[in-house]
């Protein structure tokens, strides 16, 4: 709509560009612990949509290239691509999905921040004070055992009962808190404890 000026001239009114609409994306379920959770992996034209694949390459996420028929694919592709070529079947552009998902999320890792917040694939939980120190030393040994002793000593700086059964119970606490999250806790036995992602 114009609007009149003072001299009963239109004025124009400024050009505003829409927004590009945002790519299209195909949604799977990559995590057997919970299927519920869904990564939508975006889907790009290949060679057209080259500068929207480039800045996706840069940020690390998944992303499932289509490429013409008559088109060469792309030279080189990143750990978290893929690429199908056209005319498209559903059960293979959902199984090259779940496929690049899942290597983008082992890529991943678990973040504490300093208020006890931890968030991974898209999750957050709130720990306890008594159990920062020891996630917060599982996480720096992401997939690795630490020891028994050390997790004794941590518990107890962070003023909790050491005796067995006690650091059992919080273990098992620990255990459930990171579940959710998709973090499991293993015990190795005679050894201590591990974290790692849930498949």
Do not use: N
């Not at 949604?27 to 929207?52: C, E, K």
């Not at 840069?58 to 060469?72: D, I, Q």
């Amino acid at each position: 709509m114009r609007s009149p000026s003072r001299s009963g001239a239109a004025l124009a009114e400024p050009f505003v560009a829409a927004p590009a609409p945002p790519a299209p994306c195909v949604s799977v379920r990559p995590f057997r612990f919970d299927p519920t959770i869904v990564v939508d992996v975006p889907v790009l034209r290949w060679p057209r949509q080259a500068a929207s694949r480039a800045a996706t390459a840069e940020r690390g996420s998944p992303c499932l290239l289509v490429v013409a028929p008559t088109e060469p694919p792309p030279p080189r592709w990143t750990e978290v691509e893929d690429w199908v070529r056209e005319p498209l079947r559903e059960a293979e552009v959902v199984a090259r999905a779940t496929t690049i998902a899942r290597r983008a999320d082992a890529l991943d890792v678990p973040r504490l921040d300093a208020r006890g917040r931890l968030t991974f694939r898209g999750r957050t939980v709130v720990l306890s004070e008594r159990q920062q120190l020891v996630v917060a030393r599982m996480l720096e040994h992401f997939g690795a055992v630490v020891a028994d002793a050390e997790i004794v000593e941590l518990f107890g700086a962070g003023r909790a009962s050491t005796h067995a059964e006690a650091l059992k119970t919080s273990m098992r606490r620990v255990k459930d808190a990171l579940a959710p999250v998709g973090l499991r806790v293993a015990r190795v036995r005679t050894a201590g404890y591990l974290v790692d992602r849930s498949p």
